[in-house]
């Protein structure tokens, strides 16, 4: 007998489910994108036992024929396309002609559906893929789809389903990607009778994020929108710090339809780069707009996926768009330099070693308070005004100014002047160099000097000058020059320990940032180290004068303020 066997009906309608029904949010999605299709400016979602007993979906769009649902079950029915070039020109969500067939084929499905012009409707019903009934009936305009007993026939499947509250998350999630795309639309979510989510039709995108996203995202967010040919990026992104330990506040939209795509997302993660913790994520809605024929949404049953004709194109523009919006600051014009609820980086990085940190719960002895009076029009940055106070610990500057008191973190502000500069240096030439009287020379394990030797060029660029000694030595003959007193050499070491802890030859050029860094790091000025009055103006002036003056390299904020306001309440007088 021959092993090779054609799959049953059945079997096939049930591997094709499984491709495109993965859990009830699943079921939601499609409904959804067919209610939109439809032209629908209503979309009602109503679940219980969080979409396994069933979900129903209605619209008010401009609804089917009997013929047109009975047809709308078979698999590869669609709408949308009648031939394979269509598929480059695509504006719709569904396209596939797989959702109704597959999602019927692993419920108890029912259609209830009337055209507009037509006096009666008709309710269709589907046991596990066979049609069972059709009957015509009296109903509203429009088209309500109800899947109960999800998965009743594959078994199986009910096995990988998660808790109620999970699936629920996920189908919220799904209804507030839906409603973020389409704010011409109304969406209501309800499960078990209750009210869960609402989102009323709305003139202006922007009205929906504190509906979808929460309230935390009230006044901290901000629209940003770039246009290069067709090709457009636009959207909402959140301050620094708005910020969450996982990618999940990212939502990414190509031409309305919502995706999961690792380009967008790093590209919207190097638009923060330098801006927040390397192990946190921004908050941002992107909303990529690209002509059909540039991007091919059948990658993935789920059209999840997509694969842009121009990628780099893409990449490029949205780093472009996120990075304009963060650098016009809007968080520290309109609200002061936000915190994070967490820092990652070691506060002992700051420290001298040896030196035990003491940070006093009350207004210290030890602040140096200068002459009163004294005070500085900088006329760049946006507080003028400004009249340094002095210091605490030897670490926090403390400013007075009309918008109230000003407080600054001496190294993490250096850091920032320093890393702006560098990199500035090092794209436009390299940076600056502070040649030895006597050559130094250092010694390497094998594997770090054959690593070391593919990056000499690159090196250079950075203000180290090294040639080949040995089998495993370098003479090294200049140096930084912002690092010339600041033991160089072991700079260069952990330069190199990083270079190689990367595994890859030849792509320094991609790597900068990292040991940018690194040497900005190494050249700020330490916590506790005296600095006179000159000295601190100038720090908070070039700080002003930098493109991302809120935060250091590592994310953790350079000044914190203290508004009128605020003194008032901490003082009891409001």
């Not at 499984?18 to 949010?25: C, I, K, L, T, Y």
């Not at 559906?113 to 429009?142: A, Y």
Request: aromatic share 6%.
């Amino acid at each position: 007998m021959s092993k090779i066997k054609t799959l049953s009906p059945d079997v096939v309608a049930k591997i094709a489910a499984g491709e495109v029904v993965e859990r009830p949010a699943s079921v939601v999605k499609e409904l959804l994108e067919n209610a939109l299709d439809a032209g629908s400016a209503s979309a009602k979602v109503e679940v219980q036992g969080a979409g396994r007993k069933l979900i129903r979906v209605t619209d008010d769009g401009e609804g089917m024929t009997g013929e047109e649902a009975i047809q709308a079950l078979q698999r590869h029915t669609t709408s949308k396309i009648e031939s394979l070039e269509d598929l480059f020109s695509l504006r719709t969500f569904g396209f596939r002609g797989e959702a109704l067939a597959s999602i019927a084929a692993v419920s108890r499905l029912k259609i209830t559906t009337r055209k507009e012009g037509k006096l009666s409707g008709t309710e269709v019903r589907v046991e596990g893929g066979t049609l069972s009934d059709t009957t015509e009936m009296g109903c509203p305009l429009g088209t309500s789809v109800e899947v109960r007993d999800l998965f009743f026939n594959v078994p199986a499947r009910l096995k990988f389903l998660k808790s109620q509250g999970t699936e629920l998350g996920h189908i919220s999630e799904i209804l507030a990607k839906t409603a973020l795309a389409n704010p011409q639309a109304r969406f209501q979510l309800f499960h078990e009778g209750k009210l869960l989510a609402n989102y009323p039709l709305r003139q202006d995108p922007s009205a929906r994020l504190v509906e979808a996203l929460g309230e935390e995202v009230d006044g901290k967010i901000f629209p940003f929108r770039l246009q290069q040919g067709e090709l457009r990026a636009e959207g909402f992104a959140g301050e620094p710090g708005l910020n969450r330990p996982n990618s999940r506040g990212i939502y990414l939209f190509v031409n309305r339809r919502p995706v999961r795509d690792r380009l967008l997302t790093h590209a919207t993660l190097e638009g923060y780069r330098n801006v927040i913790p390397k192990d946190r994520y921004p908050v941002a809605v992107l909303l990529v707009e690209v002509p059909p024929p540039d991007v091919d949404v059948n990658v993935h049953p789920g059209k999840w996926e997509v694969k842009f004709a121009n990628s780099e194109t893409v990449h490029r523009l949205v780093i472009q768009a996120v990075r304009g919006m963060l650098e016009e600051t809007p968080w520290l014009k309109i609200k002061g330099i936000p915190q994070f609820e967490e820092i990652r980086e070691r506060p002992t990085a700051y420290l001298p070693q040896g030196k035990p940190i003491s940070l006093p719960l009350s207004w210290p002895a030890s602040l140096r308070v200068e002459s009163k009076g004294e005070s500085q029009e900088t006329g760049r940055g946006p507080v003028s005004g400004i009249t340094f106070l002095g210091q605490v610990q030897e670490t926090y500057l403390v400013f007075a100014s009309p918008e109230g008191l000003l407080l600054l973190d001496q190294h993490a502000a250096h850091e920032r002047v320093l890393l702006e500069k560098l990199s500035n240096d090092l794209f436009h030439g390299g940076i600056p160099k502070q040649p030895l009287l006597l050559p130094e020379v250092i010694e390497l394990p094998s594997n770090e000097s054959r690593i070391l030797e593919e990056h000499l060029g690159d090196l250079a660029r950075m203000g180290f000058d090294l040639e080949r000694g040995g089998i495993r030595s370098f003479w090294v003959k200049s140096v930084p020059q912002i690092l010339a007193d600041r033991d160089p050499l072991e700079t260069l070491r952990e330069t190199i320990k990083e270079i190689y802890s990367w595994g890859k030859e030849g792509q320094l050029q991609n790597s900068y940032d990292s040991l940018l860094k690194m040497m900005a790091c190494h050249a700020a000025i330490q916590a506790h180290r005296p600095m006179e009055k000159e000295e601190a103006r100038a720090l908070w002036e070039d700080l002003q004068n930098c493109r991302f003056p809120s935060h250091c390299p590592h994310g953790r904020p350079t000044q914190l303020r203290l508004s009128p306001f605020e003194l008032e309440k901490m003082f009891g007088r409001r």
